[in-house]
Protein backbone atom coordinates (compact mmCIF):
# COMPACT_ATOMS: atom_id res chain seq x y z
CA UNK A 1 0.00 0.00 0.00
CA UNK A 2 2.61 2.44 1.05
CA UNK A 3 4.37 1.43 -2.40
CA UNK A 4 1.16 3.01 -4.61
CA UNK A 5 0.97 6.39 -2.55
CA UNK A 6 4.52 6.82 -3.56
CA UNK A 7 3.56 6.45 -7.09
CA UNK A 8 0.55 8.38 -6.67
CA UNK A 9 2.34 11.46 -5.61
CA UNK A 10 4.71 11.38 -8.39
CA UNK A 11 2.24 10.82 -11.05
CA UNK A 12 0.02 14.29 -9.54
CA UNK A 13 3.41 15.90 -9.57
CA UNK A 14 5.50 14.83 -12.50
CA UNK A 15 6.94 17.19 -15.10
CA UNK A 16 5.42 17.21 -18.19
CA UNK A 17 7.17 17.61 -21.67
CA UNK A 18 9.93 19.94 -22.02
CA UNK A 19 8.64 22.36 -19.81
CA UNK A 20 10.20 21.08 -16.36
CA UNK A 21 7.79 23.39 -14.40
CA UNK A 22 4.48 22.67 -16.67
CA UNK A 23 1.88 21.53 -13.42
CA UNK A 24 -0.19 18.56 -14.34
CA UNK A 25 -3.80 18.56 -12.69
CA UNK A 26 -4.04 16.63 -10.02
CA UNK A 27 -7.06 14.06 -10.19
CA UNK A 28 -7.82 14.80 -6.51
CA UNK A 29 -10.35 17.76 -7.01
CA UNK A 30 -12.55 17.24 -9.48
CA UNK A 31 -14.74 19.83 -7.86
CA UNK A 32 -13.59 22.84 -6.36
CA UNK A 33 -14.33 22.45 -2.41
CA UNK A 34 -15.25 26.90 -2.27
CA UNK A 35 -17.31 26.65 -5.72
CA UNK A 36 -20.01 28.99 -4.39
CA UNK A 37 -22.00 28.36 -7.62
CA UNK A 38 -23.68 24.85 -7.42
CA UNK A 39 -23.45 25.16 -11.48
CA UNK A 40 -20.24 26.41 -12.08
CA UNK A 41 -17.78 24.01 -13.84
CA UNK A 42 -15.94 21.72 -12.11
CA UNK A 43 -12.22 23.02 -11.88
CA UNK A 44 -8.80 21.71 -11.14
CA UNK A 45 -6.30 22.49 -8.22
CA UNK A 46 -2.92 23.18 -9.48
CA UNK A 47 -0.02 21.69 -7.98
CA UNK A 48 3.30 22.76 -8.29
CA UNK A 49 4.95 20.45 -10.23
CA UNK A 50 8.31 18.46 -8.30
CA UNK A 51 10.88 16.60 -9.46
CA UNK A 52 11.15 12.87 -9.49
CA UNK A 53 13.14 11.42 -6.78
CA UNK A 54 16.13 9.05 -7.64
CA UNK A 55 13.76 6.78 -5.19
CA UNK A 56 11.11 6.72 -7.56
CA UNK A 57 12.72 6.62 -10.21
CA UNK A 58 14.56 3.63 -8.92
CA UNK A 59 10.98 2.13 -7.82
CA UNK A 60 9.08 2.73 -11.66
CA UNK A 61 12.18 0.87 -13.17
CA UNK A 62 11.41 -2.30 -10.81
CA UNK A 63 7.68 -2.38 -11.26
CA UNK A 64 6.73 -1.39 -15.14
CA UNK A 65 3.17 -2.44 -14.07
CA UNK A 66 2.70 0.27 -11.86
CA UNK A 67 5.04 2.32 -14.13
CA UNK A 68 2.07 1.97 -16.55
CA UNK A 69 -0.48 3.20 -14.35
CA UNK A 70 1.53 6.34 -13.86
CA UNK A 71 1.79 7.44 -17.27
CA UNK A 72 -2.05 6.41 -17.98
CA UNK A 73 -3.41 8.75 -14.89
CA UNK A 74 -0.03 11.43 -16.26
CA UNK A 75 -1.97 10.85 -20.08
CA UNK A 76 -5.56 11.53 -18.72
CA UNK A 77 -4.20 14.26 -17.01
CA UNK A 78 -3.15 15.91 -19.69
CA UNK A 79 -6.13 14.99 -21.96
CA UNK A 80 -8.80 16.75 -18.88
CA UNK A 81 -6.00 20.10 -18.80
CA UNK A 82 -6.86 20.40 -22.49
CA UNK A 83 -10.58 19.13 -22.63
CA UNK A 84 -8.93 16.75 -25.11
CA UNK A 85 -12.04 14.19 -25.56
CA UNK A 86 -10.78 12.03 -27.87
CA UNK A 87 -7.42 10.83 -26.43
CA UNK A 88 -9.27 10.56 -23.27
CA UNK A 89 -12.02 8.10 -24.91
CA UNK A 90 -8.74 5.96 -26.28
CA UNK A 91 -6.99 6.01 -23.20
CA UNK A 92 -10.14 4.74 -21.37
CA UNK A 93 -10.84 2.04 -23.98
CA UNK A 94 -6.83 0.77 -23.43
CA UNK A 95 -8.15 0.76 -19.64
CA UNK A 96 -10.89 -1.12 -20.02
CA UNK A 97 -9.56 -3.75 -22.46
CA UNK A 98 -5.98 -3.62 -20.59
CA UNK A 99 -7.71 -3.92 -16.99
CA UNK A 100 -5.28 -0.83 -15.74
CA UNK A 101 -6.06 0.44 -12.70
CA UNK A 102 -5.76 4.16 -12.93
CA UNK A 103 -7.73 4.11 -9.43
CA UNK A 104 -11.04 6.11 -8.60
CA UNK A 105 -9.26 9.51 -8.62
CA UNK A 106 -8.59 8.63 -12.08
CA UNK A 107 -12.20 7.36 -13.04
CA UNK A 108 -13.74 9.92 -11.53
CA UNK A 109 -10.89 12.63 -13.01
CA UNK A 110 -12.69 10.88 -16.20
CA UNK A 111 -16.37 11.20 -15.85
CA UNK A 112 -15.61 15.08 -14.86
CA UNK A 113 -14.55 15.45 -18.24
CA UNK A 114 -16.54 13.60 -20.15
CA UNK A 115 -19.70 15.39 -18.15
CA UNK A 116 -18.18 18.96 -18.63
CA UNK A 117 -18.79 18.22 -22.15
CA UNK A 118 -22.51 16.31 -22.01
CA UNK A 119 -21.12 13.09 -23.00
CA UNK A 120 -23.67 11.44 -20.82
CA UNK A 121 -23.38 8.08 -22.74
CA UNK A 122 -19.24 7.98 -22.48
CA UNK A 123 -19.35 8.77 -18.75
CA UNK A 124 -22.05 6.31 -17.70
CA UNK A 125 -19.70 3.69 -19.16
CA UNK A 126 -17.16 4.76 -16.76
CA UNK A 127 -19.32 5.01 -14.27
CA UNK A 128 -20.47 0.82 -14.85
CA UNK A 129 -16.87 0.21 -15.34
CA UNK A 130 -16.02 1.37 -12.14
CA UNK A 131 -18.96 -0.07 -10.39
CA UNK A 132 -18.35 -3.76 -11.96
CA UNK A 133 -14.68 -2.59 -10.27
CA UNK A 134 -15.68 -1.58 -7.25
CA UNK A 135 -14.08 1.76 -7.42
CA UNK A 136 -15.97 4.10 -5.19
CA UNK A 137 -17.25 7.39 -6.61
CA UNK A 138 -16.46 10.94 -4.42
CA UNK A 139 -19.64 13.07 -3.94
CA UNK A 140 -17.59 15.52 -6.66
CA UNK A 141 -18.41 12.73 -9.03
CA UNK A 142 -21.84 12.18 -7.94
CA UNK A 143 -22.54 15.52 -8.89
CA UNK A 144 -20.79 15.46 -12.03
CA UNK A 145 -23.26 13.12 -13.18
CA UNK A 146 -26.28 14.49 -11.63
CA UNK A 147 -25.64 17.82 -13.25
CA UNK A 148 -25.17 16.54 -16.20
CA UNK A 149 -28.07 14.01 -16.35
CA UNK A 150 -30.67 17.01 -14.56
CA UNK A 151 -29.70 19.96 -16.52
CA UNK A 152 -28.10 18.78 -19.74
CA UNK A 153 -29.64 15.47 -20.36
CA UNK A 154 -33.38 16.77 -18.85
CA UNK A 155 -33.09 13.35 -16.55
CA UNK A 156 -34.08 14.70 -13.61
CA UNK A 157 -35.27 11.26 -12.30
CA UNK A 158 -31.69 9.26 -12.92
CA UNK A 159 -30.16 12.22 -11.08
CA UNK A 160 -32.34 11.85 -8.32
CA UNK A 161 -31.67 8.03 -8.49
CA UNK A 162 -28.02 8.84 -8.63
CA UNK A 163 -28.73 10.97 -5.55
CA UNK A 164 -30.29 8.11 -3.42
CA UNK A 165 -27.64 6.35 -4.70
CA UNK A 166 -24.86 8.68 -2.73
CA UNK A 167 -26.84 8.93 0.29
CA UNK A 168 -26.79 5.47 0.69
CA UNK A 169 -23.20 5.15 0.13
CA UNK A 170 -22.82 7.64 3.38
CA UNK A 171 -21.43 10.29 1.12
CA UNK A 172 -22.40 13.85 3.06
CA UNK A 173 -24.59 15.69 0.45
CA UNK A 174 -24.50 19.53 0.13
CA UNK A 175 -26.61 22.08 -1.82
CA UNK A 176 -24.77 21.41 -5.06
CA UNK A 177 -25.72 18.15 -4.41
CA UNK A 178 -29.47 18.72 -4.62
CA UNK A 179 -29.59 21.93 -7.12
CA UNK A 180 -29.16 20.93 -10.03
CA UNK A 181 -31.75 18.09 -9.87
CA UNK A 182 -34.39 20.91 -8.09
CA UNK A 183 -33.96 23.27 -10.96
CA UNK A 184 -33.97 20.16 -13.75
CA UNK A 185 -37.20 19.41 -12.13
CA UNK A 186 -38.47 22.77 -11.98
CA UNK A 187 -37.07 23.02 -15.98
CA UNK A 188 -39.84 20.41 -16.79
CA UNK A 189 -42.53 21.79 -14.91
CA UNK A 190 -42.09 18.69 -12.57
CA UNK A 191 -43.48 20.71 -9.70
CA UNK A 192 -44.19 18.42 -7.32
CA UNK A 193 -40.73 16.15 -7.39
CA UNK A 194 -38.81 19.72 -7.05
CA UNK A 195 -40.96 20.40 -3.93
CA UNK A 196 -40.41 17.08 -2.65
CA UNK A 197 -36.49 17.28 -3.46
CA UNK A 198 -36.58 20.91 -1.54
CA UNK A 199 -37.85 19.49 1.41
CA UNK A 200 -35.39 16.52 1.45
CA UNK A 201 -32.76 19.06 1.06
CA UNK A 202 -34.17 21.58 3.83
CA UNK A 203 -34.44 18.49 6.40
CA UNK A 204 -30.53 18.01 5.89
CA UNK A 205 -30.29 21.56 6.87
CA UNK A 206 -29.44 22.96 3.56
CA UNK A 207 -29.96 26.61 3.10
CA UNK A 208 -31.41 27.19 -1.10
CA UNK A 209 -29.74 30.51 -2.25
CA UNK A 210 -31.69 32.44 -4.87
CA UNK A 211 -30.80 30.00 -7.66
CA UNK A 212 -33.16 27.32 -6.48
CA UNK A 213 -35.87 29.68 -5.46
CA UNK A 214 -36.32 31.35 -8.57
CA UNK A 215 -36.75 28.04 -10.17
CA UNK A 216 -39.20 27.23 -7.55
CA UNK A 217 -41.09 30.16 -8.14
CA UNK A 218 -41.49 30.19 -12.08
CA UNK A 219 -42.58 26.35 -11.78
CA UNK A 220 -44.90 27.66 -9.49
CA UNK A 221 -46.81 29.83 -12.69
CA UNK A 222 -46.97 26.68 -14.79
CA UNK A 223 -43.64 27.45 -16.72
CA UNK A 224 -42.76 24.21 -17.82
CA UNK A 225 -46.55 22.86 -18.59
CA UNK A 226 -47.63 22.77 -15.03
CA UNK A 227 -50.66 24.07 -13.35
CA UNK A 228 -50.62 27.23 -11.29
CA UNK A 229 -49.49 26.62 -7.94
CA UNK A 230 -50.29 28.77 -4.53
CA UNK A 231 -49.65 27.30 -1.47
CA UNK A 232 -45.88 26.47 -2.70
CA UNK A 233 -45.65 30.43 -4.60
CA UNK A 234 -46.03 32.08 -1.09
CA UNK A 235 -44.14 29.70 0.54
CA UNK A 236 -41.34 29.78 -1.26
CA UNK A 237 -41.34 33.79 -1.96
CA UNK A 238 -41.71 33.94 2.04
CA UNK A 239 -38.16 32.14 1.43
CA UNK A 240 -36.95 34.50 -1.17
CA UNK A 241 -37.71 37.13 1.79
CA UNK A 242 -36.10 35.31 4.37
CA UNK A 243 -32.99 34.98 2.50
CA UNK A 244 -32.04 37.12 -0.53
CA UNK A 245 -32.02 40.99 0.55
CA UNK A 246 -31.68 42.25 -2.83
CA UNK A 247 -33.43 39.80 -5.63
CA UNK A 248 -31.91 40.15 -8.90
CA UNK A 249 -33.85 39.87 -12.46
CA UNK A 250 -34.22 36.14 -12.42
CA UNK A 251 -36.67 36.77 -9.13
CA UNK A 252 -38.36 39.54 -10.43
CA UNK A 253 -39.50 38.06 -13.36
CA UNK A 254 -40.26 34.69 -11.42
CA UNK A 255 -42.60 36.91 -8.83
CA UNK A 256 -44.29 39.19 -11.60
CA UNK A 257 -44.48 36.15 -13.65
CA UNK A 258 -46.99 34.17 -11.74
CA UNK A 259 -48.71 37.06 -10.60
CA UNK A 260 -49.85 37.69 -14.13
CA UNK A 261 -50.52 34.19 -15.04
CA UNK A 262 -52.86 34.13 -12.49
CA UNK A 263 -54.47 37.33 -13.93
CA UNK A 264 -54.30 36.33 -17.45
CA UNK A 265 -56.30 33.07 -16.24
CA UNK A 266 -58.53 34.85 -14.00
CA UNK A 267 -58.23 31.86 -11.90
CA UNK A 268 -58.06 32.78 -8.60
CA UNK A 269 -59.87 29.47 -7.43
CA UNK A 270 -56.43 27.19 -7.45
CA UNK A 271 -55.63 26.17 -4.23
CA UNK A 272 -58.52 26.34 -2.77
CA UNK A 273 -58.94 23.36 -1.62
CA UNK A 274 -55.64 22.46 0.20
CA UNK A 275 -56.26 25.95 2.17
CA UNK A 276 -59.37 25.63 2.86
CA UNK A 277 -58.48 21.89 4.47
CA UNK A 278 -55.57 23.05 6.38
CA UNK A 279 -56.96 25.55 8.02
CA UNK A 280 -55.90 29.71 8.67
CA UNK A 281 -52.76 30.41 9.89
CA UNK A 282 -49.47 31.20 7.69
CA UNK A 283 -48.73 30.54 4.34
CA UNK A 284 -52.10 28.70 4.75
CA UNK A 285 -54.14 32.19 5.21
CA UNK A 286 -52.34 33.64 2.62
CA UNK A 287 -53.25 30.92 -0.11
CA UNK A 288 -56.54 31.40 1.06
CA UNK A 289 -56.56 35.36 0.84
CA UNK A 290 -55.24 34.70 -2.72
CA UNK A 291 -58.72 32.82 -3.44
CA UNK A 292 -60.65 35.62 -3.00
CA UNK A 293 -63.05 36.71 -5.93
CA UNK A 294 -61.77 38.77 -8.38
CA UNK A 295 -59.54 41.19 -6.84
CA UNK A 296 -57.53 44.06 -8.53
CA UNK A 297 -54.26 43.85 -9.62
CA UNK A 298 -51.61 45.50 -10.66
CA UNK A 299 -47.77 44.41 -11.45
CA UNK A 300 -45.09 47.72 -12.04
CA UNK A 301 -41.82 46.55 -13.08
CA UNK A 302 -39.16 49.73 -11.85
CA UNK A 303 -40.94 52.23 -9.70
CA UNK A 304 -38.98 54.05 -7.08
CA UNK A 305 -39.46 54.72 -3.84
CA UNK A 306 -38.91 58.39 -2.51
CA UNK A 307 -37.14 59.54 0.57
CA UNK A 308 -40.18 59.32 2.84
CA UNK A 309 -40.48 55.66 1.69
CA UNK A 310 -43.14 56.10 -0.69
CA UNK A 311 -43.52 53.46 -3.32
CA UNK A 312 -44.70 55.45 -7.00
CA UNK A 313 -46.35 52.75 -8.27
CA UNK A 314 -48.61 51.86 -5.65
CA UNK A 315 -48.14 54.54 -3.25
CA UNK A 316 -47.53 52.47 -0.29
CA UNK A 317 -45.25 53.87 2.59
CA UNK A 318 -42.23 51.13 2.80
CA UNK A 319 -41.27 50.30 6.03
CA UNK A 320 -38.26 49.86 7.98
CA UNK A 321 -37.83 46.70 9.14
CA UNK A 322 -35.24 45.88 12.20
CA UNK A 323 -34.09 42.88 13.43
CA UNK A 324 -36.69 41.08 15.80
CA UNK A 325 -34.61 41.10 19.98
CA UNK A 326 -34.42 37.09 19.10
CA UNK A 327 -32.31 37.80 15.83
CA UNK A 328 -30.18 40.03 17.56
CA UNK A 329 -29.48 38.07 20.55
CA UNK A 330 -28.29 35.47 18.02
CA UNK A 331 -26.46 38.17 16.48
CA UNK A 332 -24.69 39.20 19.64
CA UNK A 333 -24.01 35.60 20.65
CA UNK A 334 -22.26 34.93 17.68
CA UNK A 335 -19.62 37.77 17.83
CA UNK A 336 -18.80 37.20 21.45
CA UNK A 337 -18.22 33.33 20.51
CA UNK A 338 -15.87 34.69 17.79
CA UNK A 339 -14.64 36.88 20.28
CA UNK A 340 -13.92 33.99 23.27
CA UNK A 341 -12.29 31.78 20.47
CA UNK A 342 -9.19 33.07 22.41
CA UNK A 343 -9.96 32.63 26.05
CA UNK A 344 -7.47 34.90 27.05
CA UNK A 345 -9.47 37.42 26.32
CA UNK A 346 -12.36 36.74 28.50
CA UNK A 347 -12.05 38.51 31.82
CA UNK A 348 -11.28 42.10 29.09
CA UNK A 349 -14.97 40.96 27.47
CA UNK A 350 -16.45 40.38 30.61
CA UNK A 351 -15.86 44.10 31.96
CA UNK A 352 -16.67 45.43 28.74
CA UNK A 353 -20.20 43.87 28.97
CA UNK A 354 -20.05 44.82 32.19
CA UNK A 355 -19.80 48.75 31.44
CA UNK A 356 -21.95 48.39 28.70
CA UNK A 357 -25.25 47.61 30.80
CA UNK A 358 -24.74 52.00 31.75
CA UNK A 359 -26.11 53.21 34.96
CA UNK A 360 -29.63 51.79 34.45
CA UNK A 361 -27.90 48.33 34.23
CA UNK A 362 -25.09 49.21 37.22
CA UNK A 363 -22.27 49.84 34.27
CA UNK A 364 -20.78 53.05 33.71
CA UNK A 365 -21.09 53.37 29.80
CA UNK A 366 -23.03 57.05 29.08
CA UNK A 367 -25.92 57.14 27.07
CA UNK A 368 -25.06 56.65 23.23
CA UNK A 369 -26.90 56.58 20.21
CA UNK A 370 -24.61 56.51 17.26
CA UNK A 371 -20.99 54.54 17.76
CA UNK A 372 -18.07 55.55 15.76
CA UNK A 373 -15.18 53.50 14.07
CA UNK A 374 -12.65 55.26 15.19
CA UNK A 375 -9.76 53.68 13.36
CA UNK A 376 -11.91 54.19 10.00
CA UNK A 377 -12.49 57.02 10.24
CA UNK A 378 -8.96 58.00 11.31
CA UNK A 379 -7.46 56.04 8.91
CA UNK A 380 -9.93 57.49 5.71
CA UNK A 381 -7.84 58.41 2.46
CA UNK A 382 -4.80 58.48 4.51
CA UNK A 383 -2.94 55.98 2.44
CA UNK A 384 -1.14 58.68 0.12
CA UNK A 385 2.25 58.61 0.18
CA UNK A 386 3.55 61.04 3.09
CA UNK A 387 1.00 59.81 5.54
CA UNK A 388 1.63 59.98 8.69
CA UNK A 389 1.84 56.05 10.46
CA UNK A 390 -1.15 57.01 13.34
CA UNK A 391 -4.86 57.47 12.53
CA UNK A 392 -5.59 61.16 11.48
CA UNK A 393 -7.06 62.25 14.70
CA UNK A 394 -8.62 65.75 12.95
CA UNK A 395 -10.99 63.42 11.19
CA UNK A 396 -11.91 61.94 14.12
CA UNK A 397 -12.51 65.06 15.51
CA UNK A 398 -14.37 66.23 12.82
CA UNK A 399 -16.48 63.66 13.15
CA UNK A 400 -17.35 63.71 16.39
CA UNK A 401 -18.14 67.19 16.78
CA UNK A 402 -20.39 66.98 13.55
CA UNK A 403 -22.75 64.22 15.40
CA UNK A 404 -22.59 66.34 18.68
CA UNK A 405 -24.12 69.52 16.44
CA UNK A 406 -26.71 66.92 15.48
CA UNK A 407 -27.68 66.18 18.66
CA UNK A 408 -26.56 63.23 18.56
CA UNK A 409 -24.66 61.41 21.62
CA UNK A 410 -21.30 59.49 19.64
CA UNK A 411 -19.55 56.71 21.58
CA UNK A 412 -16.05 56.98 19.81
CA UNK A 413 -14.36 53.29 19.63
CA UNK A 414 -10.76 53.73 19.34
CA UNK A 415 -8.07 51.00 20.02
CA UNK A 416 -5.75 51.17 22.74
CA UNK A 417 -2.77 51.83 21.19
CA UNK A 418 -4.66 55.19 19.08
CA UNK A 419 -5.21 56.59 22.89
CA UNK A 420 -2.05 55.34 24.50
CA UNK A 421 -0.36 58.36 25.90
CA UNK A 422 2.92 56.78 25.07
CA UNK A 423 1.97 56.59 21.00
CA UNK A 424 -0.25 59.75 20.49
CA UNK A 425 1.75 62.17 18.81
CA UNK A 426 2.22 65.47 21.46
CA UNK A 427 -0.06 67.66 19.50
CA UNK A 428 -3.09 65.36 20.04
CA UNK A 429 -2.79 64.44 23.68
CA UNK A 430 -5.39 67.00 24.61
CA UNK A 431 -7.43 65.88 21.80
CA UNK A 432 -7.80 62.46 23.34
CA UNK A 433 -7.99 63.63 27.31
CA UNK A 434 -10.70 65.82 26.03
CA UNK A 435 -12.57 63.01 24.80
CA UNK A 436 -11.57 60.70 27.72
CA UNK A 437 -13.35 63.79 29.66
CA UNK A 438 -16.43 64.18 27.76
CA UNK A 439 -16.82 60.42 28.53
CA UNK A 440 -17.26 59.58 24.62
CA UNK A 441 -14.67 57.28 24.59
CA UNK A 442 -14.61 53.27 24.70
CA UNK A 443 -11.05 52.19 24.54
CA UNK A 444 -10.89 48.30 23.10
CA UNK A 445 -7.83 46.78 25.11
CA UNK A 446 -4.43 45.69 23.66
CA UNK A 447 -4.65 41.84 21.78
CA UNK A 448 -8.36 42.60 21.01
CA UNK A 449 -10.14 43.20 17.68
CA UNK A 450 -11.80 46.85 17.99
CA UNK A 451 -14.18 45.45 15.09
CA UNK A 452 -16.01 43.45 17.55
CA UNK A 453 -16.38 45.68 20.19
CA UNK A 454 -18.21 48.68 17.90
CA UNK A 455 -20.31 45.93 16.42
CA UNK A 456 -21.25 44.80 19.73
CA UNK A 457 -22.20 47.82 20.87
CA UNK A 458 -24.34 49.16 18.08
CA UNK A 459 -26.49 45.74 18.26
CA UNK A 460 -26.41 46.16 22.46
CA UNK A 461 -28.40 49.41 21.77
CA UNK A 462 -30.32 48.22 19.25
CA UNK A 463 -33.05 50.86 18.61
CA UNK A 464 -31.95 53.36 15.80
CA UNK A 465 -28.54 53.13 16.84
CA UNK A 466 -25.85 53.93 13.57
CA UNK A 467 -22.61 53.18 13.35
CA UNK A 468 -20.75 55.04 11.97
CA UNK A 469 -17.88 53.57 9.02
CA UNK A 470 -17.08 53.26 5.56
CA UNK A 471 -16.09 49.39 6.45
CA UNK A 472 -18.16 47.15 4.16
CA UNK A 473 -17.35 44.65 6.54
CA UNK A 474 -17.18 41.74 4.19
CA UNK A 475 -13.76 40.25 5.92
CA UNK A 476 -13.22 36.55 6.45
CA UNK A 477 -14.56 37.41 10.35
CA UNK A 478 -17.66 39.37 9.61
CA UNK A 479 -18.46 36.40 7.38
CA UNK A 480 -18.32 33.81 9.88
CA UNK A 481 -21.53 35.74 10.93
CA UNK A 482 -24.84 34.30 9.80
CA UNK A 483 -25.06 36.71 6.76
CA UNK A 484 -28.98 36.68 6.26
CA UNK A 485 -29.25 38.66 9.78
CA UNK A 486 -25.95 40.89 9.67
CA UNK A 487 -26.89 42.04 6.39
CA UNK A 488 -30.38 43.31 7.51
CA UNK A 489 -28.74 44.75 10.46
CA UNK A 490 -25.61 46.60 8.45
CA UNK A 491 -28.52 47.99 5.81
CA UNK A 492 -30.62 49.47 8.70
CA UNK A 493 -27.15 51.35 11.18
CA UNK A 494 -24.77 51.81 9.11
CA UNK A 495 -23.79 55.38 7.93
CA UNK A 496 -21.06 56.63 5.51
CA UNK A 497 -19.17 59.46 5.57
CA UNK A 498 -16.54 61.71 3.55
CA UNK A 499 -14.94 64.84 4.02
CA UNK A 500 -16.00 68.09 1.92
CA UNK A 501 -14.57 71.70 2.07
CA UNK A 502 -12.93 73.46 4.94
CA UNK A 503 -14.94 75.44 6.85
CA UNK A 504 -14.15 78.42 9.06
CA UNK A 505 -13.35 77.08 12.11
CA UNK A 506 -10.39 74.99 10.16
CA UNK A 507 -12.50 72.05 9.87
CA UNK A 508 -13.98 70.14 6.79
CA UNK A 509 -17.38 69.61 6.42
CA UNK A 510 -18.33 65.86 7.25
CA UNK A 511 -20.70 64.46 4.50
CA UNK A 512 -22.83 61.30 6.08
CA UNK A 513 -24.97 58.94 4.31
CA UNK A 514 -27.83 57.24 6.91
CA UNK A 515 -29.67 54.62 6.33
CA UNK A 516 -33.10 55.51 4.37
CA UNK A 517 -36.11 55.61 6.68
CA UNK A 518 -37.34 52.18 4.77
CA UNK A 519 -35.63 48.80 4.56
CA UNK A 520 -34.20 47.99 0.94
CA UNK A 521 -35.49 44.62 1.56
CA UNK A 522 -38.52 42.29 -0.15
CA UNK A 523 -41.02 43.88 1.55
CA UNK A 524 -44.95 41.74 2.24
CA UNK A 525 -47.92 42.09 3.61
CA UNK A 526 -47.92 42.64 6.86
CA UNK A 527 -44.29 44.72 6.17
CA UNK A 528 -46.36 47.61 4.57
CA UNK A 529 -49.41 50.42 4.96
CA UNK A 530 -51.49 50.73 1.82
CA UNK A 531 -52.10 54.01 0.83
CA UNK A 532 -55.89 55.02 2.50
CA UNK A 533 -55.25 52.25 4.80
CA UNK A 534 -56.89 49.81 2.75
CA UNK A 535 -56.10 45.92 3.18
CA UNK A 536 -54.08 44.87 0.24
CA UNK A 537 -51.61 42.67 -0.79
CA UNK A 538 -48.36 44.48 -1.82
CA UNK A 539 -45.08 43.17 -2.37
CA UNK A 540 -41.65 44.96 -2.79
CA UNK A 541 -39.06 43.65 -4.37
CA UNK A 542 -35.91 45.76 -4.37
CA UNK A 543 -33.46 44.95 -7.42
CA UNK A 544 -29.71 44.11 -6.81
CA UNK A 545 -28.26 46.42 -9.15
CA UNK A 546 -29.49 49.91 -8.80
CA UNK A 547 -32.91 51.99 -6.67
CA UNK A 548 -35.54 50.29 -8.58
CA UNK A 549 -38.18 48.02 -7.54
CA UNK A 550 -40.93 45.94 -8.72
CA UNK A 551 -44.49 46.72 -7.10
CA UNK A 552 -47.09 43.90 -7.15
CA UNK A 553 -50.61 45.14 -5.71
CA UNK A 554 -53.50 43.29 -5.20
CA UNK A 555 -56.54 44.85 -3.88
CA UNK A 556 -59.05 43.26 -1.69
CA UNK A 557 -60.94 45.45 -0.01
CA UNK A 558 -62.23 43.72 3.66
CA UNK A 559 -60.25 41.27 3.48
CA UNK A 560 -57.85 40.69 6.55
CA UNK A 561 -54.41 41.42 6.14
CA UNK A 562 -51.68 38.48 6.61
CA UNK A 563 -48.52 38.62 7.96
CA UNK A 564 -45.43 37.62 5.92
CA UNK A 565 -42.03 37.83 7.66
CA UNK A 566 -42.30 34.28 9.58
CA UNK A 567 -40.40 36.37 13.21
CA UNK A 568 -37.17 37.39 11.59
CA UNK A 569 -38.30 40.79 11.44
CA UNK A 570 -40.54 43.81 13.53
CA UNK A 571 -41.17 46.80 12.85
CA UNK A 572 -39.60 49.62 14.00
ZN1 LIG B 1 -45.81 49.79 -4.84
Redesign the pocket.
Known amino acids: MALKRVYKAAALNEDVGSNPSAPVPPFQSTLSESSSSPNAPPQDHKNGSLRQTKRMKRLLASDPAAAERMDYRRRLGLARRDDDIPTALQLFADVQARDIDIGSEGFNALIALLTTFERLEDADKVLTHMRRKQFSLTEATYVCMMRALALGGRQPEAAEDLLREMLAGGLRPRLRSYSPIIVGYAEQGKLENAFALYDKMLAQDIEPTETELVALLRVCSGEGGGNVEVDNFYRTLADLQDLVLEPGEGAWEAVAGWFEKRRERGDWAVGHDQAAKSGGRGKDRKAALAQTPSPEMSV?RG?VVDEAGV?S??G?VLESIQLSSEAANELMTKVEELVLADRAREAEWARFKAWLRGPGGGGRAPEFDTVIDGANVGYFQMNYAQAPPHVNYEQISWVVEHFVGMGKKPLLVLHARHVDSRRVPPGYIALVQKWRERQLLLVVPYRNNDDWFWLFATVFKGGRTLLVTNDEMRDHHFQMLSQRTFLRWKERHQVHFSFGGYEKGGGRSVLIQVPAVYSKCIQGPGSGKAAGGREDE?W?LPSAGDDKWL?V?VRREGATRAQSDGGMTEKS
Open positions: RVCGCTNHCQ
